[in-house]
């Protein structure tokens, strides 16, 4: 890891530490998410980025005022969509500053009247608009009909969700009356909660995994690479902001908003012109009190300058605009008593007790569990049953249990102690040193650890076969008809069987069928995932895939490296990003010997294909460059988004770690230094063939 912070235990972290840590791991995990998403070459294994993100929990857990906006447990959870386009913005997709508290709500008037020369009492209009709490999304019209839609990405380079976005009704496709040459506009999608309800609701019955809450539904239906389902989704989209626009259209914010309605557009009802900070105040208390009330999630208000002229001189500071400010909103609260801890054991065995909840309404949503995350947790929180608790819903966490209410415990109320048995095998379970969580020790003896290993096998980022959720695998289980993964590719010998029971006519037992059938072929990173094996996530399996490149090599140099001693053992904890750790899970798995007849079965059944690399990647993906001296056809800038969307990372100086410097006329310093260091020297030419390569 990369910081001395991390062996701080997060209970020794004051508030100050805390912080800085929040700051820290924001900043690492995204840097992180982005070597795994975005440009496919992690540097840590799960298991590592699972500990950031778990310490970061830990730490937002002890100091739940210190969530960032930017905190990872807010983002979106949703897997990366691999398949769309990439999509340079013409204008960056901005983020926001955040006003924590109304002094500094008072600050930011301040600061904009300090900034444009007026009086301190000169009054600034401001647009107050609910900030709804969804995923931002550009929508780009030539001549008034929709060309390109964008996700937001990391602000500079998005993904095109065109098809997808023109799913939505709320973005019309043609604009209405006369349009500039080029419109880009700016807005939210997101999804109503009870039309998130609903489809929540249908996908319980069909047995899919449902939504934590509307912006994760919400982000994962606009992901889809088969528009044809997004279309089936409730989406809606709130327009707020410009990209590019050809020509003026507007003075004013508020001018602009009423431009979009006329064109046909989607704005929100609530904004309000704001004179003053005690009137944008006002209207946060306001639009706060009605907050729980609205058919949708927003997470607070977003104040913006009026004038344009404004917006314009006070220009952006690190990619967030001085003109505009989120307020949000406290994470909302409620109280209800916790009827029963219980446990759940999961594909790993690992025990997580979670507390029952009486059924309550918090920020819109009924909640009725809540996680507690491990027994050290709710020792910390002295949490019993029969307490009366405090649970908070923000964002898309998953609700969780704030305190208790100490004057509403019932007399007899006792302690929790986390069993040592499995309360679903029996078998111990036993809390390695180091570990916070108790795991069973059971394996395939343990009937929620193996049902658990089905339902991952036939997941979205592993078999993915569609008309077997989860739902459908557990009956399966019960009815002895799927015991095993490889029975899944055997069931139609069962016909009989499966169209004898309650909702599987004829037909919907040929549409699973054909469904099973389709997955026979599949990629080796998948397949090798889809194991679930312990600490070997989607980043893993597919370092795994590009180093053994087949089934049959992989599965034999696993067996192979059994002897610790042998080159198989030291090839394997050489790939970067496996380690001991990861391999002593791998060699516990090779080493059941039901596993491997498991594998064997699945071998023969299936048509398991060799990796290969993408195509498309281009050869200077994942490398680092440093641009010096003059460039001759485009600006620095251009040069640095071109190579970033490219995969490529720039940089500022040159290292033993840059792979490429690319020099024009006048350069200096940093020539001599990759000359010294052996560094490759490219011309401007030579890079542009080398990237298009
Ligand atoms: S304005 C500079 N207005 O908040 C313009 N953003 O934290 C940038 N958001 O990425 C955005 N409601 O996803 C703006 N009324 C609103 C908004 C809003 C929600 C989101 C948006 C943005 C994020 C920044």
């Not at 990369?2 to 840097?31: C, F, G, M, S, Y």
């Amino acid at each position: 890891m990369t910081e001395a912070a991390a062996d701080v235990p997060v209970e020794a972290l004051n508030r100050a530490a805390a912080a800085k840590e929040l700051e820290h791991l924001a900043r690492e995990i995204a840097r992180h998410d982005e070597l795994y998403h975005r440009r496919d070459a992690p540097e840590l294994s799960d298991a590592e980025y699972d500990s950031l993100r778990r310490r970061n929990g830990a730490i937002e857990a002890l100091y739940p005022d210190l969530i960032r906006a930017d905190s990872p447990s807010l983002r979106v959870g949703a897997a990366p969509a691999e398949g769309f386009a990439k999509v340079t913005h013409s204008r960056p997709m901005l983020s926001l500053s955040n006003a924590l508290d109304e002094d500094e709500v008072r600050e930011f008037f301040t600061r904009i009247r300090r900034f444009l020369g007026l009086d301190a009492e000169a009054p600034v209009e401001v647009m107050g608009e609910p900030k709804i709490d969804g995923l931002s999304a550009s929508a780009r019209y030539e001549r008034g009909r929709l060309t390109l839609g964008a996700t937001r990405g990391d602000g500079v380079t998005g993904e095109d969700i065109t098809r997808n976005l023109a799913t939505i009704r709320d973005l019309p496709k043609r604009l209405v009356g006369a349009t500039p040459d080029v419109l880009e506009v700016r807005g939210e999608i997101y999804m109503v909660r009870s039309e998130f309800g609903a489809l929540n609701a249908r996908r319980q019955e069909e047995g899919e995994a449902v939504f934590a809450n509307p912006r994760n539904a919400a982000a994962g239906s606009v992901r889809q690479l088969d528009p044809g389902i997004t279309a089936r989704r409730p989406l809606r989209y709130f327009t707020y902001a410009a990209g590019e626009v050809s020509e003026t259209v507007a003075a004013t914010h508020a001018e602009f908003l009423d431009r979009l309605k006329g064109w046909g557009f989607e704005t929100n009802p609530l904004a309000r012109l704001c004179r003053t900070a005690e009137e944008a105040l006002s209207f946060h208390r306001e639009v706060g009190d009605t907050r729980s009330g609205l058919p949708y999630d927003i997470d607070g208000v977003v104040y913006k300058v009026n004038r344009y002229d404004w917006q314009e001189r006070l220009g952006t500071v690190s990619r967030a605009p001085r003109w505009a400010l989120a307020h949000k909103f406290p994470a909302e609260q409620a109280r209800t008593v916790l009827q029963r801890i219980t446990i759940q054991v999961g594909r790993t065995g690992a025990l997580t007790p979670v507390a029952e909840l009486e059924p309550i309404t918090v920020g819109g949503v009924v909640v009725s569990r809540a996680t507690l995350h491990n027994e050290d947790e709710i020792a910390r929180k002295d949490i019993r049953e029969g307490d009366t608790v405090v649970i908070q819903r923000a964002g898309d966490v998953i609700p969780q249990v704030v305190s208790v209410v100490m004057e509403k415990r019932p007399a007899d109320a006792a302690a929790f102690t986390v069993p040592t048995k499995c309360p679903v095998c029996g078998s111990l379970a036993v809390r390695e040193t180091g570990e916070a969580v108790r795991r069973c020790t059971g394996g395939l003896i343990c009937e929620a650890q193996v049902v658990e290993r089905l339902k991952h096998f036939v997941s979205r980022n592993a078999f993915d076969i569609e008309g077997l959720g989860r739902k459908h695998i557990e009956a399966f289980w019960r009815d002895g008809l799927v015991r095993s993964p490889d029975d899944i590719f055997r069931l139609e010998d069962k016909r009989e069987v499966l169209t004898e029971r309650e909702g599987w006519g004829g037909q919907s037992a040929s549409n699973l069928f054909a469904a099973i059938a389709e997955r026979r072929s599949i990629p080796l990173e998948r397949f090798i995932y889809a194991l679930g094996i312990r600490q070997v996530g989607q980043a893993t399996a597919r370092l795994l895939a590009k180093q053994y490149g087949s089934l049959d090599a992989w599965r034999g140099e696993m067996i192979a490296a059994e002897d610790r001693e042998g080159p198989a053992y030291a090839e394997l904890v050489d790939i970067d990003g496996v380690g001991p750790s990861v391999a002593g899970d791998l060699l516990a798995f090779f080493a059941e010997p039901h596993n491997l007849a498991v594998l064997e079965r699945l071998a023969a059944a299936l048509r398991v294909g060799d990796f290969t690399a993408p195509e498309s990647a281009s050869p200077v993906a994942g490398r680092t460059v440093v641009f010096t001296g003059m460039l001759e056809t485009m600006s620095r800038g251009e040069a640095k988004a071109r190579a970033e969307s490219l995969g490529a990372k720039v940089a500022g100086s040159v290292s033993a770690k840059t792979d490429y410097v690319v020099a024009g006329p006048g350069a200096g310093s940093k020539l001599k230094k990759a000359e010294a260091l052996g560094v490759t020297v490219l011309s401007e030419e030579d890079w542009s063939a080398l990237a298009r390569a």
